[in-house]
């Protein structure tokens, strides 16, 4: 039987031997080149984690900052988007004057953003102060209106004549 076991234990030997070959190529062939590759990503993914973060940090704050500016400009965002219609000006703020009327003025060198009008207004005022509540009025109204000056205000008996033009703003989106 010694023989015998002398055979066992040279076969446990030769398969324990091959298996412990087989792990070490094993590891040379494909663990450690591939445990070398996984540090490699592992880092380049840890970087662009952190680029990640960053960015979407000032995403963050850049979409805060917009949104509080949309909230803020809400009313000017709306004026924009609504076409001017120059029936219902005069409608709103033929109360502010006696006589009011648009002309459009045609410019050869515009960009077509813009429509001049040139607006002529009576009212029976003894002051300009009527004038200086109607810029008010259409600095709140929902077009974009630019006066342009001068302003030439002509007194005619108890009333104060006015003549000036503006820019009204279209959007062209």
């Known amino acids: 039987m010694s023989k015998r ?11 324990s031997l091959f298996l412990f ?3 070490v190529v094993f590891s040379v062939l494909f663990l450690i080149p591939k445990g070398k590759e996984y540090r490699t990503l592992r880092l380049e993914s840890k970087k662009e984690q952190q680029i990640i973060g960053r960015v979407q940090g000032q995403y963050d704050r850049v979409n805060k900052k917009l949104e509080k500016l949309k909230s803020d400009n809400a009313h000017t965002i709306t004026a924009f988007k609504t ?21 459009e003025i045609e410019m050869l ?10 607006v002529n207004a ?13 810029l008010e009025k ?36």
């Open 5 to 15: 076991q002398n055979y066992r234990t040279l076969f446990l030997v030769l398969v």
């Open 21 to 23: 070959i087989g792990i």
């Open 83 to 103: 076409a001017f219609d120059p029936k219902k000006f005069t409608k709103n703020n033929h109360e502010d004057f006696e006589d009011l009327y648009l002309t």
């Open 109 to 118: 060198d515009h960009n077509g953003s813009f429509k001049i009008y040139e």
């Open 122 to 134: 009576t009212t029976k005022i003894t002051s300009p102060q009527v004038f200086y509540q109607f």
């Open 138 to 173: 259409i600095n709140k109204s929902d077009w974009i209106i630019g006066v342009n000056f001068p302003i030439y205000f002509e007194r005619e008996g108890d009333r104060i004549k006015s003549s000036f033009t503006m820019k009204v703003h279209r959007s062209t989106i």
